[in-house]
């Protein structure tokens, strides 16, 4: 079955420093892909990045990075120098192809304050 | 503006009472599912949809129902609401297959209260 986990219910992090949150996977489909979302007090949902499986190169987008390691079914998120904007919750999610259904599987969040 | 709009944004109802979800996008979408929030249990699938009359079961799906009459809209209805239902609730729309751009497109979430 697939299956999202993220073992980091809360961080701190220092702002100006880098994070990582944690996110690793469960899948027997070959292609996938793999997503951060950022969710706010505010409550929306914000897509950050997208790693797909037969990526050969870690995804970035500006201050996020999307550390992929394959045979260890990991998609870590790297936040570099942290702002106080970037306090919220931190959802990864998957998506698989081959079931034919392409459903998104999320992992139950990581909520990281960034301290001042 | 590319946008998945839920209304209402916040609702209390009373036990037993029928309520419907309303989810629209703009984007020409195939797939629309619907999540529920619940702390530390994360986003979990409702129902989701492949396209018009399409439709299939989530993880979660008791106490809900859905329909995809046309593409644009994917209401999510609670016949019969029940306290354990309360949740914040967010539809989804993204375009129906694997690879990058494949993004979900949520809406602003439905926080609902049933008393």
């Known amino acids: 079955a697939q299956k999202i986990t993220q073992t980091q219910p809360g961080m701190f992090v220092q702002e100006k420093e880098a994070v990582t949150l944690d996110c690793t996977y469960d899948t027997s489909d070959q292609s996938y892909g793999l997503f951060w979302y950022k969710q706010p007090s505010s409550g929306e949902m914000i897509f950050l990045i997208y790693q797909g499986s037969y990526d050969e190169q870690n995804a970035t987008e500006g201050r996020y990075s999307l550390n992929f390691q394959k045979a260890r079914k990991s998609a870590n998120l790297v936040i570099s120098a942290s702002q106080l904007g970037d306090s919220a919750m931190y959802f990864c999610?998957?998506?698989?192809?081959?079931?034919?259904?392409?459903?998104?599987?999320f992992g139950t969040g990581t909520r990281l304050k960034v301290l001042a | 503006e590319a946008q998945v709009t839920q209304n209402p944004r916040y609702l209390i109802t009373v036990t037993g009472k029928k309520l419907t979800v309303t989810c629209s996008q703009n984007?020409?979408?195939?797939?629309m599912s619907w999540y529920r929030q619940d702390p530390g249990l994360g986003l979990r699938q409702i129902y989701y949809s492949m396209n018009v009359e399409v439709t299939d079961k989530g993880d979660v799906p008791e106490g809900y129902k859905v329909s995809r009459k046309e593409k644009r809209n994917f209401p999510l209805i609670l016949e019969s609401p029940s306290p354990n239902q309360t949740s914040l609730y967010f539809c989804?729309?993204?375009?129906?297959?694997?690879?990058?751009?494949?993004?979900?497109?949520f809406g602003q979430g439905t926080r609902l209260t049933v008393v």
């Open positions: 989804a729309s993204s375009l129906s297959q694997a690879g990058g751009g494949t993004e979900a497109f």
């Open positions: 999610a998957m998506r698989g192809g081959t079931s034919g259904t392409y459903k998104y599987i």
């Open positions: 984007m020409n979408h195939e797939y």
